[in-house]
Antibody, heavy 118, light 111 residues
Framework: QLQLQESGPGLVKSSETLSLICTVS??????????WGWIRQPPGKGLEWLGS???????YYNPSLKSRVTISVDTSKNHFSLKLTSVTAADTAVYYC??????????WGQGTLVTVSS | QSALTQPPSASGSPGQSVTISCTGT?????????VSWYQQHPGKAPKLMIY???ERPSGVPDRFSGSKSGNTASLTVSGLQAEDEADYYC???????????FGTGTKVTVL
């Protein structure tokens, strides 16, 4: 059974870089049918798609965050990563990693809360 | 990239039906058959309930159904049950540049 697990610091200082890893177990990140991605949810608010990556490295980013977001994949470690630069309090959120098939997010990680402190 | 518009809340009594709308534009909902719906209980990750406008993943009760007309998609939950009380989000493919856009979310309350 495919599982995704987010990991990384739960506290990041303002203006620094948020870095998270999503480890995939129970399946290969190199499967040709899927995209992998990051979605976040500020406390008490809705979902926001951040970006997606294919195992080959092709990426797609939310235009509103494109200048600050980088998603990369490491097929040897079966994980993919998120980097968000120059964070502010507005970036405080639960960050989910997920697997996308066709155009839907079928499998989600449990999410990890990242708080940006001043 | 603007979020799809959903009503903030909807409610119904057990056994009744509730329908949630999801309004986008001709660049997303109106152009593609790729509308999805997600259910999210407090403190939990979202769960896919509907994909490709009206298809249900295995294990999702047939009480959940989806449809689309023009730039607006809808999710209907029939025969409401207590466990259906949750937040619901729509999403749509928005083309190769914008990729994915989510709705603003609707809180469904079972009275």
């Amino acid at each position: 059974q495919l599982q995704l697990q987010e990991s990384g610091p739960g506290l990041v200082k303002s203006s620094e870089t948020l870095s998270l890893i999503c480890t995939v177990s129970g399946g290969s990140i190199s499967s040709s049918s899927y995209y992998w991605g990051w979605i976040r949810q500020p406390p008490g608010k809705g979902l926001e798609w951040l970006g997606s990556i294919y195992y080959s490295g092709s990426t797609y980013y939310n235009p509103s965050l494109k200048s600050r977001v980088t998603i990369s994949v490491d097929t040897s470690k079966n994980h993919f990563s998120l980097k968000l630069t120059s964070v502010t309090a507005a970036d405080t959120a639960v960050y989910y990693c997920a697997r996308r098939y066709i155009s839907s997010w079928w499998v989600w990680g449990q999410g990890t809360l990242v708080t940006v402190s001043s | 990239q603007s979020a799809l518009t959903q009503p903030p809340s909807a409610s119904g009594s057990p056994g009744q039906s509730v329908t949630i709308s999801c309004t986008g534009t001709s660049s997303d909902v109106g152009s593609y058959k790729y509308v999805s719906w997600y259910q999210q209980h407090p403190g939990k990750a979202p769960k896919l309930m509907i994909y490709d406008v009206s298809e249900r993943p295995s294990g999702v009760p047939d009480r959940f159904s989806g449809s689309k007309s023009g730039n607006t998609a809808s999710l209907t939950v029939s025969g409401l049950q207590a466990e259906d009380e949750a937040d619901y989000y729509c999403s749509s493919y928005a083309g190769s540049n914008n990729f994915d856009v989510f709705g603003t979310g609707t809180k469904v309350t079972v009275l």
